[in-house]
């Protein structure tokens, strides 16, 4: 082999865009935990800001939530707000939703899930209604981060399948940045989606929670691009030092997001310790957008930063997405790229 045939073939990096990655209801259920970064979130370690009372306030709350008054919970009268099956954890990103989220499920007893909305539509996905069901019934706890609202046939089948464990004693904690009466706001219309939602909420409190993004209390509100020379010295060092490090084209990586299920992306990062991507892009469809959010989701609840050339990463939403029903999501999701791309990753957030 030619020294420059050798010296090329040392420097082929593996792609993301080549994973095609399959997952199974089964490893989807042994999955529902809190991400790795809150394996050990507790009431007792969640940093509030004591600016926003509402944070500390939320403590307390989800403490008595944890542990319900059995009074309540079985009389056959109507149940009082405080006993409701039901907690809901509305607030801009940031502030502490995930962390006590996962804090409330650690300190739930019995049999108890964790994941995201995605996770659970990809569990139905997987393995059907009925079995779904099954698997998650005798659950005290389902916990569901970032309820999203991507597709109404899902929300729809979300919340009849919460409706079901609801009645068989479930209790049932969500976290998002809308409140549960406003979910699809903006975004769809249909009668019967509006009845869903509606029903929905009437089995949840609202517990608001202000506050000042945390990954923007020490970070600054800009992703860093870097020229695509240094973007590739990177990848060569880490590289040599044997790093587990992977390199896209952009928009490949896009293309592929779109034949793979979100479910799986955190398969396609499996064992990634540093993303490199290479001409980021202004998006202009709004399908790609949402996908490049979901995978956005799972490479920051691993922990791998990225590197990356081209457009700052938390410029890659157009105006009309920027001001269109999905803002939040892609706020949330630009907080993240920041911080993925900055190399601050700070513990106990959103």
């Not at 030619?2 to 042994?30: F, M, S």
């Not at 370690?45 to 989800?62: C, F, G, M, T, W």
């Not at 919460?162 to 699809?184: F, W, Y």
């Amino acid at each position: 082999m030619a020294p420059e045939a050798h010296q090329k073939a040392q420097h082929t990096v593996p792609q993301l865009a080549d994973r095609t990655p399959t997952i199974t209801g089964r490893e989807i259920v042994a999955e529902l935990v809190p991400p790795p970064q809150f394996e050990h979130a507790s009431f007792e370690n969640y940093r509030p800001d004591h600016d926003y009372p509402s944070q500390i306030a939320a403590v307390e709350k989800l403490q008595e939530f944890v542990n319900p008054r059995p009074a309540g919970f079985f009389s056959r009268r109507r149940q009082a707000k405080d006993d409701l099956p039901g907690i809901y954890l509305d607030g801009g990103f940031g502030v502490g939703k995930t962390h006590l989220l996962a804090a409330l499920w650690h300190a739930a007893t019995g049999p108890k899930y964790f994941g995201t909305f995605i996770e659970y539509t990809a569990l139905v996905g997987a393995l059907g209604y009925q079995e779904t069901i099954k698997e998650l019934r005798s659950a005290k706890l389902i916990c569901i981060d970032e309820f999203e609202l991507d597709d109404p046939g899902d929300t729809m089948v979300m919340t009849r399948l919460l409706g079901e464990l609801v009645a068989t004693g479930t209790r049932v904690a969500a976290t998002s940045n809308t409140p549960p009466n406003s979910l699809g706001e903006g975004r769809f219309a249909a009668q019967d989606f509006l009845r869903e939602i509606s029903a929905m909420s009437a089995n949840f409190e609202t517990l608001r929670i202000d506050g000042l993004d945390y990954r923007r209390r020490n970070v600054t509100g800009q992703a860093v691009a870097v020229e695509p020379e240094a973007r590739e010295h990177l990848v060569n060092t880490l590289l040599g030092r044997g790093s587990k490090v992977t390199e896209d084209d952009f928009g490949s990586l896009i293309r592929h997001l779109g034949t793979v299920h979100p479910s799986k992306y955190i398969k396609v990062i499996r064992d990634v310790e540093v993303i490199a991507l290479r001409g980021v892009f202004l998006l202009t469809d709004q399908s790609d957008a949402l996908r490049l959010v979901a995978f956005i989701d799972r490479v920051y609840d691993a922990e791998i930063p990225i590197v990356a050339s081209g457009r700052p990463l938390n410029e890659v939403f157009d105006d009309e997405m920027m001001a269109g029903g999905y803002r939040k999501k892609y706020q949330r999701s630009q907080s993240r790229m920041v911080a993925l791309t900055t190399g601050e990753l700070p513990p106990h957030t959103d």
